[in-house]
């Protein structure tokens, strides 16, 4: 499985911003999707993530509200939409696949497959 995430770039506090994640060499229906970020300095920490089929969704505490997954399984495309954009967002974030679980994963060790992440940049 190969994960092309995009979208990150250099936002305001208070801005929003959607990352799209294209995967490819996998039945998509058949991935679990994720989001993980890590900032400078820090450990990766998730983010979010949904089921294969889009009707479960989890959320890390401090984003639950604020952002949003999503994906198009007709487009091999998972989102992350993010509100209310915050200087403590700024990270790299990644996104990940698992093909083992049907439902949505929060483990990082039970991805198989991650992309090579895209930066986001909150400033104050």
């Known amino acids: 499985v190969q994960l092309q995430a995009s979208g990150g770039g250099l936002v305001q506090a208070g801005d929003s911003l959607r990352l799209s994640c294209a995967a490819s060499?996998?039945?998509?229906?058949?991935?679990?999707m994720g989001w993980f970020r890590q900032a400078p300095g820090k450990e990766r920490e998730f983010v979010a993530s949904?089921?294969?089929?889009?009707?479960?969704?989890s959320y890390a505490d401090s984003m639950r509200g604020r952002f949003a997954i999503s994906r198009d399984n007709a487009k091999n495309t998972v989102y992350l939409s993010m509100n209310s954009l915050k200087p403590e967002d700024t990270a790299v974030y990644y996104c990940?696949?698992?093909?083992?679980?049907?439902?949505?994963?929060?483990?990082?060790?039970?991805?198989?497959?991650w992309g090579q992440g895209t930066q986001v940049t909150v400033s104050s």
């Open positions: 949904i089921s294969r089929s889009g009707d479960g969704t």
């Open positions: 990940a696949a698992s093909q083992s679980f049907r439902g949505p994963v929060v483990v990082s060790t039970q991805f198989g497959f």
């Open positions: 060499g996998r039945t998509f229906s058949s991935l679990s």
